[in-house]
């Protein structure tokens, strides 16, 4: 029954940070080409603030790519961490209630 725990704590950890990974290569790219643009007029201030209707440069794609892959790492690493973290607190709050029992917890 442990084994069976273990494999689905493992199997949501990797689902959650692919689903995160995911949400930060689209964030990351949309941040991107949104900006570029928003902000792609040579004349643009905060008075005359237009969405131009040239098109973006190459820079600004491979820009958008790098950003996106980067937070989209990022977002994964973070949900690895987080979960990480999550699962050595309860790890320890079962060792403190096998040894001290369940009514008293050590940590939380």
Known sequence: MVALTIFGAI???LGRSLR??????IIGGALVEGLAT????????LQNLAV???????????AAILLALAMGSLFTVWTVAVRTVQGVVK???NA?????????????
Request: aromatic share 10%; net charge negative.
């Open 38 to 45: 928003l902000l792609n007029k040579s004349d643009v201030t």
């Open 96 to 108: 403190v209630d096998a040894v001290d029992g369940p009514s008293r917890h050590g940590l939380f």
């Open 52 to 62: 131009s209707t040239s098109s973006n440069t190459l820079f600004v794609h491979v």
């Open 91 to 93: 790890g320890a709050d």
């Open 20 to 25: 995160n990974g995911f949400f930060g290569l």
């Open 11 to 13: 199997r949501q950890t």
